[in-house]
């Protein structure tokens, strides 16, 4: 019995920082709809769905600062998104801000979880890569500050649903091969994740004009070296002022792109998702059991050791 899930990745245009919860929702129900309307069971959007890319200053109202995480999901302004997904038959993934209160303590985090096509939450993931910087640092266009508003996550999971194994990531996760390795070797056919990138890289101007070669480089051979489908959708455009890049593609367990937006703004691309084209590289070139060599490179796990160029060294 082939195992198909009609994909949609739901990019979104700018949020900008005058835009409501009610406002962004609304936007985020038409992607709900049109993906139902064209056969979809599956929705993606991307990473902090709900809000602008807030990390981008340097905020020291904590009132004001507050006001960008989702104290419950679903929360009064998001329980919509979950009823419909229940009433359609149409599941997402959602990034957003988590303020969680655990043993007292508040604690935030980079959030996505995976809501199923009952509108229940099959899982959570918070973010384990997190780029840029903790403290003030003026010299930048504009700040990343993601080291300093959120809490890192404990790790990758996989997930039973769909019909196959899905996995969960966010934005800068997508640049570490690790990130794909760890579900890979759980087993996953479908890794989903949303990205807020800028264009400009502060600390690596250089890197500037390769900011969507790099974007689809990772995904592409993160979706290959394990046997996975990638979804990768953007929140792009510009955004308070900071270009986005957009990119939202999905991307065959080959490492094709099969589907991909070519604006900047809100848009779907709509792939139907076989998931057992995956078995035909993790039997063979990605059979991990049969050619992978864990005890070979075990011993290497951090960068002690590590040999400088030269002049570094110096
Ligand atoms: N954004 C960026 C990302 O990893 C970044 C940060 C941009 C890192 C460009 C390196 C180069 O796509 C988030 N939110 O992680």
Same mark, same amino acid.
Request: with cysteine.
């Given at each position: 019995?082939?195992?198909?899930?009609?994909?949609?990745?739901?990019?979104?245009?700018?949020?900008?920082?005058?835009?409501?919860?009610?406002?962004?929702?609304? !936007?985020?129900?038409?992607?709900?709809?049109?993906?139902?309307? &064209?056969?979809?069971?599956?929705?993606?959007?991307? *990473?902090?769905?709900?809000?602008?890319?807030?990390?981008?200053?340097?905020?020291?109202? #904590?009132?004001?600062?507050?006001?960008?995480? *989702?104290?419950?999901? #679903?929360?009064?302004?998001?329980?919509?998104?979950? *009823?419909?997904? $229940?009433?359609?038959?149409?599941?997402?993934?959602?990034?957003? $801000?988590?303020?969680?209160?655990?043993?007292?303590? $508040?604690?935030?985090?980079?959030?996505?979880?995976?809501?199923?096509?009952?509108?229940?939450?099959?899982?959570?993931?918070? @973010?384990?890569?997190?780029?840029?910087?903790?403290?003030?640092?003026?010299? !930048? +266009?504009?700040?990343?500050?993601? /080291?300093?508003?959120?809490?890192?996550?404990?790790?990758?999971?996989?997930?039973?649903?769909?019909?196959?194994?899905?996995?969960?990531?966010?934005?800068?996760? !997508?640049?570490?091969?690790?990130?794909?390795?760890?579900?890979?070797?759980?087993?996953?056919? &479908?890794?989903?994740?949303?990205?807020?990138?800028?264009?400009?890289?502060?600390?690596?101007?250089?890197?500037?004009?390769?900011? &969507?070669?790099?974007?689809?480089?990772?995904?592409?051979?993160?979706?290959?070296?394990? =046997?996975?489908?990638?979804?990768?959708?953007? @929140?792009?455009? %510009?955004?308070?002022?900071?270009?986005?890049? =957009?990119?939202?593609?999905?991307?065959?367990?080959?490492?094709?792109?099969?589907?991909?937006?070519?604006? %900047?703004?809100?848009?779907?691309?709509?792939?139907?998702? +076989?998931?057992?084209?995956?078995?035909?590289? /993790?039997?063979?070139?990605?059979?991990? +059991?049969?050619?992978?060599?864990?005890?070979?490179?075990?011993?290497?796990?951090? !960068?002690?050791?590590?040999? *400088?160029?030269?002049?570094?060294?110096?």
């Amino acid at each position: 019995m082939p195992r198909f899930i009609n994909v949609a990745a739901a990019q979104l245009g700018p949020i900008q920082r005058a835009d409501s919860r009610r406002d962004v929702v609304e !936007r985020l129900l038409a992607h709900l709809h049109q993906a139902h309307a &064209m056969g979809c069971q599956l929705v993606v959007f991307p *990473e902090l769905a709900l809000t602008t890319f807030f990390p981008r200053w340097y905020l020291e109202d #904590p009132a004001e600062l507050d006001a960008f995480y *989702e104290r419950e999901m #679903p929360g009064a302004e998001t329980r919509v998104l979950f *009823e419909t997904a $229940a009433r359609l038959g149409v599941g997402f993934y959602l990034g957003y $801000a988590e303020l969680a209160l655990e043993q007292g303590a $508040a604690r935030r985090y980079n959030t996505s979880i995976l809501v199923g096509q009952d509108g229940a939450i099959i899982g959570k993931y918070r @973010k384990v890569h997190l780029p840029g910087h903790a403290e003030h640092e003026p010299w !930048r +266009d504009f700040q990343h500050l993601e /080291k300093r508003y959120f809490e890192p996550g404990p790790g990758f999971d996989v997930w039973r649903a769909y019909g196959g194994v899905i996995g969960m990531a966010l934005c800068n996760d !997508r640049r570490w091969s690790e990130t794909y390795r760890v579900m890979g070797l759980q087993g996953a056919e &479908m890794i989903l994740l949303g990205y807020n990138t800028p264009v400009h890289n502060p600390p690596a101007p250089e890197h500037d004009d390769l900011s &969507m070669f790099h974007n689809h480089l990772v995904m592409q051979a993160g979706a290959y070296q394990n =046997g996975t489908w990638v979804v990768g959708v953007a @929140k792009g455009g %510009k955004e308070e002022g900071c270009e986005m890049i =957009g990119g939202t593609c999905i991307i065959a367990p080959s490492g094709e792109i099969v589907a991909a937006c070519s604006t %900047k703004g809100d848009e779907l691309a709509i792939a139907r998702c +076989d998931l057992d084209l995956c078995h035909s590289y /993790k039997t063979t070139t990605f059979n991990f +059991d049969r050619h992978r060599r864990p005890d070979a490179y075990g011993l290497i796990t951090s !960068r002690r050791g590590a040999i *400088e160029p030269e002049h570094l060294a110096a």
